[in-house]
């Protein structure tokens, strides 16, 4: 059974809504430790003044916002306390906006919502309203002494929470030196209809199962077999292909090579199939104990 993150209640208007919220989504990746090249130990990491060379031990810490080269303003603990944002177990509700207006870059997390006890009607209630209405909540909320704005929505008969990142948070493109002039670039009738041609050619419903971090895959196997006792050759890198000089001449040989394959190009097969189950004491078990913990 999967623990609650978080717990309190939705505000909408007048009706408050008790609800729990569970992660929805559990990150993978390979994760070393660093270790003395000579005995294999496992190295500690130690806090030391580069000024006297001494250990600085936890309690002497302080925080310190440079505000120009090697220069600090100190900010003690008890000061940042009482700046924390109130401490309410409510996610307000402060508007209703449009899906299409939310541009993805904003969002950071996921995260299931589920009713608490005693609200189960309220949930549904808010549920409903919200699928007849195809609005997206925004609102704010606490949670681990930061103030997040979120995003709350209907999907598959359930409520998700999105938080989001902040309007100054986002870095605007027309800081990007290589986008100027862009907009006096213009490609030919020709062009479009053949790139157009190519997106169409690689169009299929999109299915999350069918891709696969294949680089964490490879590690975890190289991981086990040389736990296994295997030696392991290095295969030297494949050349990368040659650049095609003509823009039209790449585009109508993409077009030629998907429908030459009868579908997109190196399309991941959908997984299917369930995955035996690691192994005890190999890495993948490894890692998936990680993930659930």
């Keep these: 059974m999967p623990r609650a993150i978080w717990s309190g209640a939705i505000s909408f208007g007048l009706v408050n809504v008790p609800i729990k919220l569970y992660s929805a989504t559990s ?9 003395h090249a000579r005995d294999g130990v496992r190295i500690q990491q130690k ?7 001494e ?3 936890y309690d002497d810490l302080v925080k310190g916002f440079e505000i120009a080269p090697d220069r600090y303003v100190i900010v003690r603990q008890d000061e940042l306390d009482a700046l924390d944002p109130r401490h309410t177990k409510t996610i307000d509700i402060e508007a209703f906006v449009e899906l299409a207006d939310i541009d993805p870059v904003y969002y950071e997390s996921a995260y299931h919502v589920a009713p608490a006890t005693g609200g189960a009607k309220p949930y549904a209630l808010l ?3 919200m699928e007849q209405a195809g609005k997206v909540a925004i609102g704010r909320f606490v949670l681990r002494t930061r103030q997040q704005l979120c995003a709350l929505r209907p999907a598959d008969g359930v409520l ?6 902040y309007g100054d948070e986002v870095n605007a493109p027309d800081r990007l ?3 100027e002039g862009l907009d006096e670039v213009e490609a030919n009738a020709r062009e479009v209809a053949m790139a157009g041609q190519l997106i169409e050619s690689l169009s299929v419903p999109f299915d999350p199962t069918a891709y696969r971090d ?11 077999r040389k736990a296994a006792g295997e030696e392991v050759a290095v295969q030297p890198a494949a050349a990368a292909p040659a650049p095609v000089p003509d ?12 429908r030459a394959n009868g579908g997109p190009a190196d399309a991941p097969a959908p997984a299917r199939k369930r995955r035996a189950k690691a192994p005890a004491g190999s890495a993948r078990a490894s890692v998936r104990a990680k993930t659930r913990g």
């Design 177 to 179: 030196d290589e986008l």
């Design 47 to 53: 806090r030391v003044c580069p000024a006297d060379g």
């Design 247 to 258: 823009l039209m001449a790449a585009l109508e040989a993409s077009v030629a090579a998907v």
């Design 127 to 129: 549920l409903s309203a």
């Design 214 to 224: 294949e680089y964490r895959e490879r590690v975890l196997d190289l991981i086990d």
């Design 160 to 165: 998700m929470l999105s938080t989001m990142l």
């Design 27 to 35: 990150p993978k990746t390979v994760r070393f430790h660093q270790l």
């Design 55 to 57: 250990e600085v031990a």
